[in-house]
């Protein structure tokens, strides 16, 4: 019976510890989702430098727009016009991954730079009211990009977790009458 009062809460605890660490997933289990995106800014407005995974043209990023592209698990490269960076990438299904574009100021014009983004911070940008979804006209591989609004799955998992901190240390009633056990914080 003393195994019963102790072992409830243990299995509470590991319970919901478990369900908080959770990493976010999309929606489609199958191929993971790429989010690129571009601030708004003054600097390289007129710019439209070209996104690219493995080789296909994505789509051209114009200022402060953004785009969700489809991929299958595995690896992939993603880079845009500048020589020196690109990003390669390790997709697992269901999962989400966050690239931002930047401007890099060039000899005599700026170029496009991929950045991979902490889906936290990443998460965050997206949901400026500044980011728009692309302009359809700007696509270029229109079977793989997608300028849907971005519902970013991270809003979900910390939803998840938020409340899953707010559980713990509540009292929590066991099968036996008149106790109950508190979790430990």
């Given at each position: 019976m003393h195994a019963k009062r102790i072992l409830l809460p243990a299995i509470l605890l590991v319970c919901v510890t478990a369900?908080?660490?959770?990493?976010?997933?999309?929606?489609?289990?199958?191929?993971?989702?790429?989010?690129?995106?571009?601030?708004?800014?003054?600097?390289?407005?007129?710019?439209?430098?070209?996104?690219?995974?493995?080789?296909?043209?994505?789509?051209?990023?114009?200022?402060?727009?953004?785009?969700?592209v489809k991929?299958?698990?595995?690896?992939?490269?993603?880079?845009?016009?500048?020589?020196?960076?690109?990003?390669?990438?390790?997709?697992?299904?269901?999962?989400?991954?966050?690239?931002r574009l930047e401007i890099a100021t060039g000899f005599m014009k700026g170029h496009g730079r991929l950045m991979m983004m902490a889906p936290e911070q990443?998460?965050?940008?997206?949901?400026?009211?500044?980011?728009k979804p692309l302009d359809t006209?700007?696509?270029?591989?229109?079977?793989?990009?997608?300028?849907?609004e971005a519902h970013p799955a991270i809003e979900a998992a910390e939803a998840q977790q938020s409340t899953a901190t707010q559980n713990k240390g509540k009292m929590i009633e066991t099968s036996e009458p008149q106790k109950s056990a508190i979790m430990p914080q």
């Open positions: 369900f908080a660490q959770e990493p976010a997933v999309s929606g489609d289990h199958t191929k993971a989702t790429v989010y690129v995106y571009r601030y708004k800014q003054f600097v390289g407005a007129a710019l439209e430098p070209s996104v690219y995974c493995d080789d296909a043209q994505l789509a051209r990023m114009t200022n402060g727009r953004y785009f969700e991929v299958d698990p595995g690896k992939h490269t993603f880079y845009s016009n500048d020589k020196q960076s690109g990003i390669d990438l390790d997709a697992k299904a269901g999962q989400e991954y966050f690239i990443a998460s965050y940008e997206l949901q400026s009211d500044k980011l006209s700007k696509v270029v591989a229109a079977a793989m990009v997608s300028t849907e």
